[in-house]
């Protein structure tokens, strides 16, 4: 299974991205889905989270500013991000949990993309 992720990039502060990842490979279902995020120094956190089911959960300090949403037909979950903040300057990993089977489920990482928020 690999995730692949589109869409980082550099913007200015106040302005907006999305994030694009898709899954590929031997899937026979997609559980959790989500956005972490790794700055220079710091540990990786959660951005936002969601379920095959739609629910999501979102890290305080995006809440407002950042849209997580999942097509189950495609294997796909995008972040839009409006509202950019310096502070958002970080490597974006899009994270999945895949049953590869009926038994068998996986953590699975994307390589990363960067995004840059200028002042």
């Known amino acids: 299974v690999q995730l692949v992720e589109s869409g980082g990039g550099l913007v200015r502060a106040r302005g907006s991205l999305k994030l694009s990842c898709a899954a590929s490979?031997?899937?026979?279902?997609?559980?959790?889905m989500g956005w972490y995020r790794q700055a220079p120094g710091k540990q990786r956190e959660l951005v936002a989270q969601i379920t095959s089911g739609g629910s999501t959960n979102y890290a305080d300090s995006v809440k407002g500013r950042f849209t997580i949403s999942r097509d189950n037909g495609k294997n796909t979950v995008d972040l839009q991000m409006i509202s950019l903040r310096p502070e958002d300057t970080a490597v974006y990993y899009c994270?999945?949990?895949?049953?590869?089977?009926?038994?068998?489920?996986?953590?699975?990482w994307g390589q990363g993309a960067q995004v840059t928020v200028s002042s």
């Open positions: 490979g031997s899937i026979f279902r997609i559980n959790d």
């Open positions: 994270n999945a949990f895949v049953q590869v089977s009926r038994y068998y489920e996986f953590e699975y």
